[in-house]
Each structure stands twice: as structure tokens, then as C-alpha cells.
Nanobody, 120 residues
Framework: QVRLVESGGGLVQAGGSLRLSCAASGSIFRINAMAWYRQAPGKQRELVAAMISRGSTNYADSVKGRFTISRDNPKNTVYLQMNSLKPEDTAVYYC??????????????WGQGTQVTVSS
């Protein structure tokens, strides 16, 4: 079993910054990819940023140039540095990971979510 725990959400004014963290724990052989998704009220969950084990990254067009995803592999932790935040970035942010663990290869796991609110 793998557990993802997010932290770092909160309330910030437009133009401000936040850094989200997501730590994976449990029976992990390898983390193939980690990503951040978000879901705003009344909207579908969307991919914000992703990083595969080799370091390749992918960003939603709406956050390119403002958000940066990074990983600390020894700590099984992924970060999302969010700069120049806008009110439309307000959402619950979820961490996701594809993990090779005991009893399951390539399984997907989700964190519980952390609220990010950007005031205008």
C-alpha cells in the first residue's frame, strides 16, 4: 500500500506564491511518475504538471511559466512551486503517482488534496 500526503496549501493574494509538497510512503520499489492535478468547484479535475522518473515534465498551458514541478527522489517527494498566482488557480490540488510496489506494478495512487485559494 502506498500513501501520498500533500501539504502547503492555503490562502494567498493574487500575484503571490505557494509551494506544495507531496510525500509518498509505503512499499515502493520505484515511482514512475508523479503529478499534480487540480479541481475547481463545478469543474473537472485537470492535470497541472507531471514529471516522469527520467525528469521529463509536462505542464498545462494555463500554468506554463508560472508553476514548476520538481522531485526529490531519495525522499519520494514531489513539489509544485506556484508563482504569480491568479484567482483562477483556486482549486483543490491533488498529488498523484504511478508506483511499482509490492504486489502491484504501475498502480496509481492519489493524495487527499490540499486547498489553494487565491484572492483578488
Amino acid at each position: 500500500q502506498v500513501r501520498l500526503v500533500e501539504s502547503g496549501g492555503g490562502l494567498v493574494q493574487a500575484g503571490g506564491s505557494l509551494r506544495l509538497s507531496c510525500a509518498a510512503s509505503g512499499s515502493i520499489f520505484r515511482i514512475n511518475a508523479m503529478a499534480w492535478y487540480r479541481q475547481a468547484p463545478g469543474k473537472q479535475r485537470e492535470l497541472v504538471a507531471a514529471m516522469i522518473s527520467r525528469g521529463s515534465t509536462n505542464y498545462a498551458d494555463s500554468v506554463k511559466g508560472r508553476f514548476t514541478i520538481s522531485r526529490d527522489n531519495p525522499k519520494n517527494t514531489v513539489y509544485l512551486q506556484m508563482n504569480s498566482l491568479k484567482p483562477e488557480d483556486t482549486a483543490v490540488y491533488y498529488c498523484a503517482a504511478e508506483v511499482d510496489g509490492s504486489g502491484c506494478l504501475g498502480c496509481h495512487y492519489w493524495g487527499q488534496g490540499t486547498q489553494v485559494t487565491v484572492s483578488s
